[in-house]
């Protein structure tokens, strides 16, 4: 008797891990490195945040994604694991399954349809399904597609290659700050400069801008992994963050609780804010003129409330 297991999801569609003794074939069990793990964080992170990047990203209007909920399907520790999952909220409209493959795999359409297929015995959908596979460059493309040669041709799967997206200039923001993961680093500080003037100018929603400009961050400190936050801020162009909206927002939020309820306590108000945007509670205290006490005091409070 060999040990498989089974994925299993409940009704928030969060999986948990089951085991079952049964005879027959073990599933394969591929290694995933570290590096892989840290872009799927990424891409996980941007299509949970803007799940209209994703609609943009495969050519359909963005808001198709009002009538989704994207979530992670992944069992630790096993073979069985997909990116993410787009659910749609009517039976009409197809499941999106999403896969990041940034390293040659020959064995990640098997694996792929493997996984998408236990999933729908398991879960038994009223929904079609269609799969997104999104690779940095064509050369990573490398796994056979005869088994499935259907499936591509009728378009169910689609193979995504962010370097032939088009120049970031001329793309939608979101398709942008996507391609600045495989920016190389004598581009990439250029290019996140621009994310930022653009995300003043085109995005209205004060949470959305900040929600960006921390991807922004976090997929900077990823490509300088040997350099240290203060380092990357400074990279970022701290000056050019200040003149954000966001940046803007805070401060005069602050101004106007100091008038209403104390110079110190409107101050205060905005630590929140500055820790979202990744300043460290030094920066934050030399920027208000409080002390690091206070500001930490402030940050504990928001961790706890």
């Known amino acids: 008797m060999q040990n498989t297991v089974r994925l299993v999801f409940d009704q928030s569609k969060k999986p948990r891990l089951k085991k079952r003794q049964t005879s027959g074939l073990s599933l394969p069990q591929p290694q995933y490195s570290k590096n892989c793990v840290k872009t799927d964080s990424r891409f996980y992170r941007i299509f949970q945040e803007f799940p209209d990047i994703f609609f943009e990203l495969i050519g359909n209007s963005p808001g198709t994604a009002a009538n989704y909920q994207f979530s992670s399907v992944e069992v630790k520790q096993t073979a069985l694991r997909i990116d993410g999952v787009f659910l749609p909220t009517t039976p009409e409209q197809a499941i999106y399954f999403v896969e990041v493959q940034f390293q040659a795999d020959t ?18 959908p009223e929904n079609d399904w269609l799969a997104v596979v999104i690779y940095p460059s064509r050369s990573i493309d490398t796994a056979s597609t005869i088994h499935y040669r259907e499936s591509f041709t009728s378009g169910r799967v689609t193979p995504v290659y962010l370097d032939e997206l088009g120049e970031n200039s001329s793309s939608p923001i979101g398709i942008a700050t996507i391609k600045l993961v495989i920016e190389d680093e004598d581009t990439a500080i250029n290019s996140a400069r621009e994310l930022i003037n653009r995300t003043n100018q085109e995005i209205d929603s004060i949470q959305k801008q900040q929600q960006l400009l921390q991807i922004i961050e976090t997929i900077l400190v990823y490509k300088f992994p040997r ?79």
Do not use: C
């Open 227 to 305: 350099m240290d936050i203060e380092e990357i801020q400074q990279m970022f162009g701290l000056s050019e963050l200040k003149q954000t909206r966001v940046y803007q927002q805070a401060f005069a939020e602050g101004r106007e609780e100091g008038r209403e309820e104390g110079e110190r306590r409107g101050k205060l108000k905005t630590v929140p804010l500055f820790l979202a945007l990744g300043l460290t509670i030094e920066q934050i205290a030399q920027e208000l003129d409080l002390t690091v006490e206070e500001v930490a005091q402030a940050a504990q409070q928001q961790s706890s409330s």
């Open 107 to 124: 064995e990640i359409y098997s694996r792929l349809f493997t996984e998408i297929h236990l999933y729908l015995r398991q879960n038994k």
